[in-house]
């Protein structure tokens, strides 16, 4: 059993409840911690459990304490917070990025960070949202298709550059004012393409989901680069040595599969999804259904 040492219990945001238990200086577990802001309790009722970082309620509870906060002027802001977690993680990456470091960073301890960053999933939500701020939402006056297609490359060229891995930006939900930008971008370009609002609902999300997919393959070390599949090297090799009863379609087209560089494998699946879009778009579904209930 792990001996716990030098244990005390911290009180402070008082007005907003905030307890943190420490264990050798560092925090190790809180209760009705929200970045300084908690559901509060009706009567004879337990305290709300915190909102996970990233979530809706966890984004309203941040609006609703940075509205109630009053900056010092010089002190610590989640901006200067964010730029300092970004620092930490571009000189010794991801795993480096605690709020301790954040704060040694600022010059500070990590208890004036917790009146911004209660956890280091926060600072990990945060910064998720930070980088989706860098998609430049440009309308091309050449219609809703070539608007889609904007956003969808300058979406997959963000992400593709963004510092978290992308397994750490799958686990956090998309609620955050950049993320909220982009899914009223999504939304806005087909709805003024004539989509019913259901209709506009599934494009934009398959548009979101199809971006992030593909870039998670394309940063993977299994993915597929400039110069076609990663690890295609033998390839001939491979299917040569198959039976010669099997895999036909693999010795038809096998080599195309793995030479196809990343870029035009995505402008290929993108183009055909706008295909359909604008099949869906001609043939008038006022219902808004998906193609899977009707």
Known sequence: MQTLLAFRVEVCEHRSHTVKVVFDGEVQQRSLVVSGATRPAGPGQDAAEPAAPGSARW????????????????GLSTERVVAAALEVMRSGGVDTLTVRAVADHLGTSSGSLYRHIASRDELIALIADHVLGDIRLVRTGRGWRHDVEGLMRELRRVLLTQPLPASTGRNQSGYG?????LVDAALGRFLDAGLAPRQAAFAASTVIQYVAGVVEIERSAAGRGAHGAVGADGFGQLVAGLPADQFAALRTAGDAYVSMPADEVFSY????????????????????????TR
């Not at 004012?177 to 930008?181: H, Q, S």
């Open 177 to 181: 004012p950049n993320a909220l930008r």
């Open 269 to 292: 699946g993108m183009s055909r999804f706008l295909d359909g879009i604008a099949s869906e778009i001609a043939a008038g579904r006022p219902d808004g259904s998906s193609p899977a």
């Open 59 to 74: 984004w309203a509870e941040r609006v609703a304490a940075a509205r109630r906060r009053r900056p010092r002027v010089g």
